[in-house]
């Protein structure tokens, strides 16, 4: 794969230590380790490994990768493991995509307490879907949900809100029966929003009331519990935004679909167009308006580009993939088995699996051939061995 021609670690080594100068007592530990992490991804500082094809002598050198969980260019190969794992979990059924948001009053609350707020809207999603499935008014079923957090809208904003992938249906609550949803139909997306919100606000209520939340700035005033609960009062009677896109088809489509929200940062390389004295410009999605115009150029300062950035950085030992009812990981494997069961369904024969396609040993992007390892370097040390063009198509010596 190319590299793109403007990377955020390209950004990052050029104006980071400025701005770390500039924002100093600003900036968590957490977010420096994610900016050291991007900087060092895939390149000498890390150390690496030499290939050579053994056929045509084509070298390359390969530098390791930081592995850390906000670097763009490593969510790739972290989407691919984790979906591999997923595979064998997916059902011949219909798949829907559910999307809880937090109104932005309360996104507010959750950017000085992201690790409080971030697991509430876990939770609150997770008990709104489960409870009004289980209702036999709605579908009256046990249903299995993958949630995934995202903390950012398309101009990287803070815009906390999940991501949900569920089959459409569930196991009936004696065990006995697959129950399935009406086609192109999950659960409404009204109930689902009204449950959410009053779920939502008595879980936030009572945790003020532990003394779990903190407030700064021009928020202080709302750790008094009459100040708090006049900030709520108008979020009671507003709608929450829950949005319910229609049904897509079989287990490649899911996988495939999943891959986009699964191991997502808050932008792509890819995405990025520009990095100049005037800033960094990159493409962005306005959801306000339909069709190919919705894709727009934006250029921001550099400071507030990595401002914008890191504020996404995530709380540590918070897991922003979790499993809720039947894939909990508790007795995912058993349910699935019993899901299966019930739909007397197996799982597909002759097609590759994620797995296997992943296992593949990478090949000569000039040739084809087997790219074999050559030598191995530490952290910090110049390889022995330089890149080389390929030459005529003779078996490279591996012994």
């Not at 403007?6 to 990052?12: G, R």
């Not at 949803?181 to 009204?190: D, M």
């Amino acid at each position: 794969m190319s590299r793109p021609a403007l990377e955020v670690a390209d950004i990052f080594r050029s104006h980071g230590p400025v701005w770390r100068q500039a924002d100093a007592g600003h900036v968590s530990l957490d977010q420096m380790k994610v900016m050291s992490a991007i900087e060092r991804c895939r390149t000498a500082e890390l150390g690496g490994h030499v290939a050579r094809c053994a056929d045509c002598a084509y070298t390359t050198i390969a530098y390791n990768s930081c592995r850390n969980r906000h670097c763009p260019k490593c969510q790739g190969v972290a989407a691919k493991e984790w979906l591999a794992d997923r595979e064998a979990e997916l059902l011949p059924v219909p798949y829907y995509h559910v999307v809880f948001t937090l109104p932005a009053a309360i996104a507010d609350i959750a950017y000085q307490n992201k690790a409080v707020l971030y697991d509430l809207l876990f939770k609150a999603s997770a008990e709104t879907m489960l409870t009004i499935a289980a209702d036999p008014k709605h579908l009256g079923a046990r249903i299995g949900i993958t949630s995934v957090l995202h903390t950012w809208g398309s101009a990287m904003t803070h815009h906390p809100h999940v991501h949900m992938i569920v089959p459409g249906g569930g196991i009936s609550p004696d065990g006995q029966r697959w129950v399935s949803c009406r086609p192109g139909f999950f659960l409404p997306v009204r109930v689902l929003s009204r449950l959410f919100r009053r779920l939502f606000l008595e879980k936030l209520v009572a945790t003020h009331q532990a003394g779990r939340l903190s407030f700064f700035g021009d928020r202080t005033h709302l750790a008094e519990v009459q100040s708090f609960a006049a900030y709520l009062a108008p979020l009671r009677k507003a709608e929450w935004i829950v949005y319910a896109k229609r049904p897509f088809g079989g287990p490649e489509v899911v996988l495939a679909y999943l891959s986009r929200y699964t191991h997502r940062v808050a932008i792509a390389n890819s995405r990025l167009i520009a990095f100049d004295q005037q800033g960094v410009t990159f493409k962005w999605k306005d959801y306000r308006i339909e069709g190919r115009d919705r894709y727009k150029p934006m250029t921001l300062a550099t400071d507030e580009f990595i401002r914008r950035f890191l504020i996404h950085v995530l709380p540590k030992g918070l897991h922003r993939i979790r499993h809720y009812g039947l894939f909990a990981r508790s007795a995912c494997a058993d349910n699935i088995a019993r899901a299966r069961e019930l739909l007397a369904a197996s799982k597909p024969e002759g097609q590759p699996t994620a797995a296997a396609v992943d296992s593949s040993k990478p090949s000569c992007p000039c040739c084809g051939g087997r790219m074999i390892v050559i030598e191995v370097f530490a952290r910090g040390a110049k390889p022995r061995h330089q890149p080389a063009a390929p030459t005529s198509r003779i078996r490279v010596d591996t012994s």
